[in-house]
């Protein structure tokens, strides 16, 4: 996608004679500043995932990827690469992608002489990141379709509520749930996207960065004003990404989701998951006893960061050092109250996932042309 005049992935590999390294957005300095950096280690992309420099199921898969082919060009070794994904894994459980990223660079390394781990993780991390993008483009393409679909059948402007940030900052590029978005739009669709802020990390704000850099009709929303707007008939279409969805279809996804879909069910608004078939654990059917909920720092919740009156990025604290704070980072939304679930193979009803992917069983899935 575009800042201003020129294109940006959310994370390149950089190559030189003399050094690997990965550029990134910085995604902890925005909305209020762009700025990237560069992670010339795996100890750098370990603190980048754990801090949210960045962040989305799909892209901290590819930068784990990147992080591992990193620690290659340091020690090669079996012992040595066992013990760095290890590590990348433990920086956010939560997310799939994570795993599975770090899963198939070990399967490709571990059938490769030592002395040739270093190409050889360095392209199949090149390929992983190749491969989201294009897995972005079709889950856009499909849900671009539905959104479409809507539009045509109701001659209007086409109302979609949004929760966390599924966009291409999320992933290497185009995003998940805002693919679909950016194509209808793009198309030609009449929408509006109403923004959830998304406490207490306010990945809303980033959302409504993005649309606003693409020109995408939006307004910004407390997170509890989705309900309210959602019985009052303003809402078209509930649509969010997730950080891992069960083979029998629950979405685990940025806290607050459940709630979304709780309300999208009450008031007969359909409610869809945009995913890659990376973000599917085929492992898992018990959402509740198979998902890992991070639990983050208590300072997310008890600091609030904005912009001071004097332009500077300020932190202000609204509750005591002393006071108690729970921080779930996910919640779960059981299939029953899934819509469907948008993957680059189309829109599949969440008990049909296994059918669909019957050939993944939790590996990498070719992506068709659309």
């Not at 770090?102 to 490769?112: G, W």
């Amino acid at each position: 996608m575009n800042v201003g005049e020129r294109h940006y992935r959310s994370i390149w590999p950089i190559v030189s004679n003399e050094r690997r390294a990965v550029g990134i957005v910085d995604q902890t300095r925005l909305p209020f500043e762009f700025a990237t950096t560069e992670l010339g280690s795996w100890r750098q992309v370990a603190v980048a995932i754990r801090t949210m420099q960045v962040r989305g199921a799909p892209l901290i898969g590819v930068a784990a990827a990147y992080g591992l082919a990193l620690a290659t060009f340091e020690d090669a070794s079996d012992a040595e690469l066992t013990a760095v994904a290890g590590q990348l894994a433990e920086t956010r459980p939560t997310a799939v992608n994570l795993r599975w990223a770090l899963e198939r660079m070990q399967a490709v390394l571990r059938t490769t002489p030592p002395g040739k781990r270093a190409a050889a993780a360095w392209s199949e991390a090149d390929r992983i990141a190749e491969e989201d993008v294009a897995c972005n483009r079709a889950i856009g393409a499909h849900g671009a379709r539905l959104i479409g679909g809507l539009h045509a059948a109701r001659r209007r402007v086409i109302r979609i509520l949004t929760h966390c940030n599924a966009g291409w900052i999320a992933t290497v590029d185009f995003g998940t749930a805002l693919s679909a978005i950016y194509q209808a739009f793009d198309a030609g669709v009449e929408l509006h996207v109403w923004v959830d802020e998304t406490r207490p990390r306010n990945q809303g704000l980033l959302t409504a960065w993005e649309l606003a850099a693409h020109g995408v009709p939006h307004t910004l929303i407390a997170d509890n004003a989705g309900g309210h707007l959602m019985r009052r008939g303003e809402v078209d279409l509930v649509l969010v990404g997730a950080d891992r969805v069960t083979r029998r279809g629950d979405v685990c996804n940025k806290i607050g989701t459940y709630l979304k879909a709780v309300a999208a069910r009450d008031n007969d608004v359909p409610f869809y998951a945009a995913v890659p078939a990376s973000t599917i654990d085929w492992t898992v059917d018990d959402a509740d006893a198979g998902i890992e909920i991070e639990a983050r720092s208590p300072d997310e919740l008890r600091l609030v960061g904005g912009l001071a009156a004097d332009g500077r990025v300020a932190s202000v604290r609204i509750a005591g050092a002393e006071t108690p704070v729970a921080n779930p980072a996910f919640d779960v939304t059981p299939a029953r109250l899934v819509t469907g679930i948008i993957t680059e193979r189309g829109i599949v009803a969440p008990e049909a996932l296994t059918r669909a992917f019957s050939d993944a069983a939790g590996a990498a899935v070719a992506v068709p042309a659309t």
